[in-house]
DNA sequence: AAACGGATGGGCT
DNA sequence: GCCCATCCGTTTG
């Protein structure tokens, strides 16, 4: 007897990361980052996002091509992930044409599906977490999803790391005003309004922001 | 509700 | 040696 049906998901192809950073960014709300790993599927619905442009000082990118800023040049649609305060790995997704290093850093998301599994991943001293806490932050949802350093650098358009369109499953919250807000936890160029998420969606990182 | 500090380690001047 | 695109528990108002 099937408790549920899991839909074909399918990802998004190369055309969707290659329209400029600001529109992706916004364009990121509401579609799945599907990661199919030996545990199993998790799947999270974006509702946050933050962009990082060339000319911008809090870009990894702004000094240039290093080892660590190498796939932020490279083509659009790929995975950026960093490690941060000696813990922590953020998820990126590369944007913009070759030769610029532009990214946006997915910083929340709705769980979806195997909830369990990212149950299992957070615990936290032996707790168990609220759905809304599972992946409220960029350091979160990377434990949540299973998402570690040997994702870097893969390419968003096959398995095992995929995001899927907006469609691709029943839309669960009403309400899809996207608001705009300066970013967080940056101290250079922080008046910019290059953050994104779903208005009062109870799964953002935080509701200031500005 | 907000502010604060400790954990913890790679990247780069 | 200083800076971090963080998180979590504790303290303070």
């Known amino acids: 007897m099937p408790k549920r049906r899991t839909p074909a998901l399918t990802p998004l192809p190369r055309s969707f990361y290659s329209q400029p950073t600001l529109l992706l960014s916004r364009e990121l709300l509401g579609t799945y980052l599907v990661h199919e790993s030996a545990q199993g599927r998790s799947v999270g619905r974006i ?13 990894h990118a702004y ?42 850093l997915i910083r929340a998301l709705e769980p979806i599906e195997g909830l369990a599994l990212m149950k299992q991943r957070r615990e936290v001293r032996g707790k168990t977490l609220k759905d809304r806490e599972l992946c409220n932050g960029p350091g979160k949802l990377t434990i949540a999803m299973g998402i570690g350093p040997e994702l870097n650098g893969v390419d968003l358009e096959r398995k095992p790391l995929y995001l899927a ?22 101290r250079k160029a922080e008046h910019q309004p290059y953050r ?10 935080r509701s200031k922001g500005l």
């Open 196 to 205: 994104f998420s779903f208005k009062d969606n109870p799964f953002v990182s």
């Open 47 to 59: 509702v946050e996002t933050e962009a990082y442009l060339h000319d911008d000082p809090a870009c």
């Open 63 to 104: 000094r240039g091509i290093t080892p660590r800023t190498r796939v932020l040049f490279g083509p659009p649609g790929f995975s950026y992930i960093y490690f941060i305060y000696g813990m922590y790995w953020c998820f990126n997704v590369t944007a913009s044409p070759k030769g610029i290093g532009e990214a946006v």
């Open 165 to 186: 369109a907006k469609d691709s499953f029943p839309r669960k919250n009403p309400g899809q005003e996207i608001e705009v807000t300066t970013r967080i936890g940056i």
